[in-house]
């Protein structure tokens, strides 16, 4: 079947790293993404990364894929007020390529 | 360079009315995706469409919705005799390329709509 599930909530201080964690279902899947949603407004592509990979290094952000058992994670160093906002992980499943599966978000709020 | 354009933003209908929402996809693609997100929820997919062709429509009710993606012009999603559990946020997306390979997509700021 077709699953992603993702905590619903983190707290991170300004400054510290916040780790946002997602597992799915499907091993067949191909792509897996991560979203950013800010209040109001439309889901900004944030980064991806093939499930042949192991990790993704872009600026502040790291995403980790452990395809063994089906977790993927996406690192954000040195958090900023501005990355408040909630985190989509998706997946693109071979089975079902032609849409894209979304889990219900993570919403990363900042404490100073 | 524009990005994905929906409109309206914000839409309010009467339970019974129809509702219409448009979508114009990024240049260069051809490829329309319609999710819905429920209040404090993810994003779920609704129907997948190519120029003049419905690819997958298995997350769209059967009653009272529907979309088409003509030859000239947005894509629409139609929302017939609306109900109070239809009120949402209706997100667009496109790419240039369906199934197979790195395909992102690029979404739209959304249609918010709300039935009294």
């Known amino acids: 079947g077709e699953d992603v599930e993702q905590s619903l909530f983190l707290s991170v201080r300004e400054g510290d790293s916040s780790v946002i964690n997602c597992t799915y279902t499907?091993?067949?899947?191909?792509?897996l993404y991560w979203y950013k949603q800010e209040p109001g407004a439309g889901l900004q592509l944030l980064t991806y990364?093939?499930?042949?990979?192991d990790m993704k290094q872009d600026q502040r952000l790291t995403v980790l894929l452990n395809k063994k058992d089906k977790h993927l994670s996406l690192r954000i160093a040195d958090t900023q007020t501005g990355d408040s906002a909630i985190y989509f992980c998706a997946e693109r499943p071979y089975s079902s390529a032609s849409k894209i599966i979304f889990g219900s978000g993570t919403r990363l709020s900042i404490r100073p | 360079n524009a990005g994905v354009m929906q409109n309206p933003r914000h839409l309010v209908r009467r339970r019974g009315q129809e509702a219409r929402l448009r979508c114009s996809p990024m240049k260069g693609h051809s490829h329309v995706y319609w999710y819905r997100q429920l209040p404090e929820e993810g994003l779920k997919f609704m129907v997948y469409?190519?120029?003049?062709?419905?690819?997958?429509e298995s997350g769209m009710p059967k009653e009272r919705f529907s979309a088409e993606f003509p030859k000239e012009g947005p894509s629409i999603l139609r929302i017939q005799q609306v109900v109070r559990g239809d009120s949402a946020a209706y997100f667009c997306?496109?790419?240039?390329?369906?199934?197979?390979?790195?395909?992102?997509?690029?979404f739209g700021n959304g249609t918010r709509l709300t039935v009294t």
């Open positions: 990364i093939f499930s042949n990979m």
């Open positions: 997306a496109s790419s240039p390329s369906g199934t197979g390979g790195n395909s992102p997509l690029h």
């Open positions: 499907d091993s067949s899947s191909t792509y």
């Open positions: 469409l190519q120029k003049e062709n419905i690819i997958d």
